[in-house]
């Protein structure tokens, strides 16, 4: 039977397939992602069952996960609280994903297909699309160039360790931002990896990643530094 919505215009949690503890952990850790719930935020377990329609089992096995995750701290006594990084904590992350991608991106220079170029290819072309129309501020994350090159490094382990750095790293980018200009930055950058990776140049998709992702950081803390200076003035998502 469909969902329907409640009084409220809240539409409960879908019930089919996933357990209700993955459902409830998917569309809280997109809240967080998104900055829908900000950085050092409560994230309060009735609250959250209520809004989905669901017990508070499933809501506090997802908060568990997600504290495991990076994205959520628990304390004795206090609760759930989003987690808040510090500028130290983006740099490091940022340390360990320059490397992981790095490596990621040589590997596939070498791995990837003919398929794995003309997706990537649609990607990239999508992605300018949406940002000349500038119609789309989370770009990066619905459509990720990064996502579909680690893919095709055709190393599991490699694209785990990527996923949990970059897990954590969304809530910086939940804070900060790519402003119009780096946005069209970051897509002359994919374009000049993705030239290195279609002519099957490991080191030079290499150094553009790590020429790109130095960028990015350097963006990451501007943005979060600001968001900081005036935090009434609110921040763009990533």
Same mark, same amino acid.
């Given at each position: 039977?469909?969902?329907?919505?409640?009084?409220?215009?809240?539409?409960? =949690?879908?019930?089919?397939?996933?357990?209700?503890?993955?459902?409830v952990?998917?569309?809280v850790?997109?809240? =967080?992602?998104?900055?829908?719930?900000?950085?050092?935020? +409560?994230?309060?377990?009735?609250?959250?069952?209520?809004?989905l329609?669901?017990?508070?089992?499933?809501?506090?096995e997802a908060?568990?996960?997600?504290?495991?995750?990076?994205l959520?701290?628990?304390e004795?006594?206090?609760g759930?609280?989003? +987690?808040?990084?510090?500028?130290?904590?983006?740099?490091e992350?940022?340390?360990? +994903?320059?490397?992981?991608?790095?490596?990621?991106?040589?590997?596939?220079?070498?791995r990837?297909?003919?398929?794995?170029?003309?997706?990537?290819?649609?990607?990239?072309?999508?992605t300018?699309s949406?940002?000349?129309?500038?119609?789309?501020?989370?770009?990066?994350?619905?459509l990720?160039?990064?996502?579909? =090159?680690?893919?095709?490094?055709?190393?599991?382990?490699l694209?785990?360790?990527?996923?949990?750095?970059?897990?954590?790293?969304?809530l910086?980018?939940?804070?900060s931002?790519?402003?119009g200009?780096?946005?069209?930055e970051?897509?002359?950058?994919?374009?000049?990896? =993705? +030239?290195?990776?279609?002519?099957?140049d490991?080191?030079?998709a290499?150094?553009? %990643?790590?020429?790109?992702?130095?960028?990015?950081?350097?963006?990451?803390?501007? %943005?979060l530094?600001?968001?900081e200076?005036?935090?009434?003035?609110?921040?763009?998502?990533?």
């Open positions: 039977m469909a969902d329907t919505f409640r009084l409220d215009g809240v539409l409960p =949690i879908d019930r089919s397939n996933l357990t209700l503890a993955d459902k952990e998917a569309r850790r997109q809240q =967080i992602v998104q900055g829908e719930r900000p950085t050092g935020s +409560r994230l309060n377990e009735v609250e959250i069952a209520a809004d329609g669901v017990s508070r089992g499933p809501v506090r908060l568990q996960r997600l504290a495991h995750l990076g959520v701290t628990l004795s006594h206090r759930a609280f989003v +987690r808040r990084l510090d500028l130290d904590e983006v740099h992350l940022f340390e360990v +994903r320059i490397a992981l991608e790095c490596e990621a991106a040589e590997l596939a220079a070498v990837i297909g003919d398929d794995g170029l003309r997706e990537l290819d649609r990607l990239q072309q999508a300018v949406e940002v000349i129309q500038g119609q789309q501020p989370s770009v990066f994350d619905t990720d160039v990064h996502d579909l =090159i680690v893919r095709h490094a055709g190393n599991v382990r694209a785990q360790a990527v996923a949990q750095v970059n897990g954590e790293l969304r910086a980018r939940s804070r931002g790519a402003t200009h780096r946005a069209q970051a897509v002359g950058e994919h374009r000049d990896l =993705i +030239r290195s990776l279609t002519s099957r490991g080191e030079g290499r150094t553009s %990643m790590k020429s790109h992702l130095q960028a990015s950081l350097q963006n990451t803390l501007q %943005m530094r600001a968001a200076q005036a935090p009434s003035e609110g921040a763009h998502r990533a």
